[in-house]
């Protein structure tokens, strides 16, 4: 079957776009459509609708043809074919209308949508630009800010916001075909003529004088060290101060630069690796998958109480469970809290949020678990204690229960020997806040079932997190390779660096933030309690973290004290240096002998970025992670990778293999081969010349 089809109906010409699952712009598909729209130029149509079956309207180009020459026509092309039509067009939108979706929506003469729909240009996401027009005529029609702020951001509006913004003339809650045909009908008969965006001239006037400049300051601090958004403003500024086909061209123009820039290979590399890290290798599609109908957690702490408010939110009732009413009281009370803010900041309705909070409910008693489908343990990060709530679950649940624990580092095979069920125990180690955060390392036990496995993975997408699967080992895929970057961030410390400066190296490079303000905001007791809790052989060198052991020891906790490696503004938060700190680091590399030396900016980053690369590979080597994209997934979703670096190990490769082995054995000459051996498959490859997408791809 073609995958565009044409049927006339009455005086309506209706052109169907059936290309699935999301009906992208593949070549195909704009020769379809640009011959569609010129057929029914001479036939005797006299209006014409585009609509779309499956699931949604054209959700953009087909990403995967980027990179490759353009095949004709273009979606320029396609675009000039149907603005120029000389009957009107009508786009028919349902689900999501995005990217090139939305530019040929706009190319149309009117819109009507579903009141469900929803239309944006994601193309930032993936370091682009909307290039085929969207940057000429979104200004147009909805003025210069709000085109800049839904192109920059990225960020889909609903019908609703898009007719306000008067980007859609018509919604409806019926039939949309039928809702189509009658408007195009009522365009006929009011001789309607086709309305072009691109006639639309922009006031200059309207905007306050040093508007572009005022911009870019704002967006830059947002936006830091991206491409596409700078290139999005030129766009529009174009689109103000030039003719439609000469902002037309410097779109084109900066698309492509765009288009070519290792940014947007990146953005690309973990728009994939997102979709494919939830395909567990040799679990069969036909998996079945468990009713997930109500959810215990145990715990309301910290990550309790987030993880509850995931289910609530997705409209799945919860159980709490506490040790004592005082701590179920504080736990509720701080999701209450959340809520309120929630509210407050205009993003929930208060009803909505009544609603979700009212499906949290709290209990000091496991019977009241019995009926539970899920039931996830978010206790102190004990064993022993972790265990002994492994076996009460065991003894109350019923049988098909999944019992998973969101540690962080204990061994879940060992948790799921305290049960007489152990194929369906799992890790579910979400980050903190467990309500914002998307990443959701899956950890799978040696007896993991794999129905089990399936049905977490389509729970993750239900309750919005992004599920990678992790084997078992101390600190999994993420905290595991963590842990080395954060020692090298330790070690620049003691042997001649300063706080300030390492996080600063960091944030430049394009990290959410450095690693001693995550350490302040995280608390530095928790490293501190896991430091202690290790045995001798897992111990880093006295050494390593004699720094941020002793400021816990002074009662410097991080940003919850007032004080870790900088000092904080109890009110506003802000931070400031401390000079105390400073006396710390040099009494303590005197203690241990160490001459601090100046260390500059690439050595930091690169001792921090190789040493956390290294171990990746070495997470690869063991089967740990199933794949590179997965680690990428792991670092950009759950710990402020910058997304336009394409995670660790895409950016090992954008370096070349080579160029990292060299300088891990560089460090090994210098620094000693327990912290710098290089992982066995990142010789290997230099060995055979192969990167590491190669080797994916060869998997
Ligand atoms: N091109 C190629 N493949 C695409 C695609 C696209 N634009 N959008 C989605 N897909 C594929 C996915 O890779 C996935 O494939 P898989 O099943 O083999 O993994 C499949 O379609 C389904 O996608 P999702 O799993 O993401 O399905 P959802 O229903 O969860 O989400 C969606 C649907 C909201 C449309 C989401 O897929 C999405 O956001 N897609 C990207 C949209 C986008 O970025 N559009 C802009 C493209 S750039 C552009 O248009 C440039 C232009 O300005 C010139
Ligand atoms: P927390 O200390 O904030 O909360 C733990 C809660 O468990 C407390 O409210 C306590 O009263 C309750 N509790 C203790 N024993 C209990 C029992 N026997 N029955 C019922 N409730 C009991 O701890 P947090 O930070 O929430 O951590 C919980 C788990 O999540 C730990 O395993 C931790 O390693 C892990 N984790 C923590 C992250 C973080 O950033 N805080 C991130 C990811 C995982």
């Known amino acids: 079957m073609s995958i565009v089809s044409y049927q006339l109906n009455k005086n309506i010409g209706v052109i169907r776009i059936d290309n699935p699952p999301v009906n992208a712009l593949s070549q195909t598909l704009r020769k379809g459509i640009n011959d569609a729209v010129i057929a029914a130029q001479s036939d005797a149509s006299e209006a014409l609708i585009i609509i779309c079956g499956g699931r949604t309207f054209i959700a953009g180009a087909d990403i995967k043809e980027f990179g490759q020459p353009a095949l004709t026509p273009t979606l320029p092309e396609v675009i000039q074919t149907i603005e120029g039509s000389n009957k009107p067009v009508l ?14 929506a706009l190319s149309c003469h009117y819109r009507c949508a579903l009141a469900s729909a929803r239309v944006g240009f994601p193309e930032v996401k993936l370091g682009l630009l909307p290039g085929a027009g969207g940057t000429q005529r979104v200004p147009r029609l909805a003025g210069v800010e709000a085109a800049l702020e839904m192109m920059t951001s990225g960020r889909p509006v609903t019908a609703k916001q898009a007719m306000d913004m008067g980007m859609i003339d018509r919604i409806t809650e019926h039939d949309l075909l039928s809702t189509a045909t009658d408007y195009a009908r009522e365009l006929v008969a009011s001789n309607a003529k086709p309305k072009r965006i691109r006639d639309i001239v922009i006031e200059q006037s309207s905007l306050a004088e040093n508007f572009f400049t005022d911009y870019r300051a704002k967006l830059s601090l947002r936006t830091r060290g991206q491409l596409a958004p700078r290139h999005i403003v030129s766009c529009v500024e174009a689109a103000v101060n030039q003719p439609f086909e000469e902002g037309i061209a410097k779109e084109r123009d900066l698309f492509m630069e765009c288009m070519d820039s290792p940014q947007s290979a990146a953005m690309r590399h973990i728009f994939f690796a997102e979709r494919e890290a939830s395909r567990i290798k040799g679990l069969s599609k036909d998996t079945p998958t468990r009713d997930l109908k109500s959810v215990g957690i145990i715990g309301g702490g910290t990550m309790g109480g987030g993880i509850a408010m995931n289910f609530a939110n997705a409209g799945i009732p919860v159980v709490l469970l506490e040790i004592t009413p005082e701590a179920l ?11 309120r803010r929630t509210v407050a900041k205009g993003k929930l309705s208060e009803t909505d949020a009544t609603q979700r909070q009212a499906l949290i409910t709290g209990t000091l008693l496991y019977e009241d678990l019995s009926e539970a489908d899920l039931v996830i343990e978010a206790v102190f990060e004990n064993l022993d204690l972790k265990k002994e709530v492994f076996g009460k679950l065991d003894r109350v649940c019923k049988a098909n229960t999944i019992l998973a624990s969101n540690t962080s580092y204990q061994d879940i095979n060992t948790i799921a020997s305290a049960t007489n069920r152990p194929q369906n125990v799992l890790g579910l180690h979400f980050f903190s806040p467990a309500n914002v955060m998307k990443l959701l390392e899956v950890v799978r036990g040696e007896k993991t079932a794999d129905d089990v496995l399936a049905t977490v993975m389509v729970m993750a997408k239900n309750i919005n997190k992004v599920p990678v699967l992790s084997g078992v080992c101390y600190g999994f895929i993420g905290n595991r390779m963590l842990r080395e970057y954060w020692r090298e961030a330790q070690l620049c410390l003691i042997e001649g660096s300063t706080p300030g400066a390492i996080d600063q190296v960091m944030v430049d490079w394009g990290m959410a933030m450095g690693p001693l303000s995550v350490g302040d905001l995280a608390g530095l007791d928790i490293g501190y309690k896991a430091r202690q809790a290790l045995s001798l052989e897992q111990k880093e060198s006295m050494v390593t973290y004699c720094v941020a052991d002793t400021l816990v020891e002074m009662g410097r906790l991080g940003q919850k004290s007032g004080a870790g490696y900088y000092l904080y503004d109890q009110e506003t938060r802000a931070r400031s240096t401390d000079p105390q700190v400073q006396t710390v680091i040099e009494e303590q590399a005197q203690k241990h002998g160490i001459r601090r030396q100046p260390i500059n900016d690439e050595t ?12 990746g590979f070495k997470i690869l080597q063991e089967g740990i992670a199933q794949r590179p994209g997965d680690i990428d997934v792991v670092y950009v979703f759950g710990y402020g990778f910058p997304a336009y670096r394409g995670g660790p190990m895409f950016y090992a490769d954008t370096l070349g293999l080579k160029y990292v082995y060299e300088n891990i054995c560089q460090y090994r000459e210098v620094y000693g081969e327990k912290n710098w051996t290089p992982a066995a498959l990142l010789e290997q490859l230099v060995k055979e010349n192969k990167s590491l997408a190669q080797w994916a791809a060869e998997a």
Request: aromatic share 6%.
């Open 91 to 104: 786009a028919a939108i349902h689900g999501t209308a995005l990217g090139g979706g939305f530019e040929i």
């Open 329 to 339: 009281q504080r736990g509720l009370d701080i999701i209450a809290g959340n809520y």
């Open 604 to 615: 930091i980053l690169n001792r921090q970025l190789m040493a956390l690369i290294n171990e």
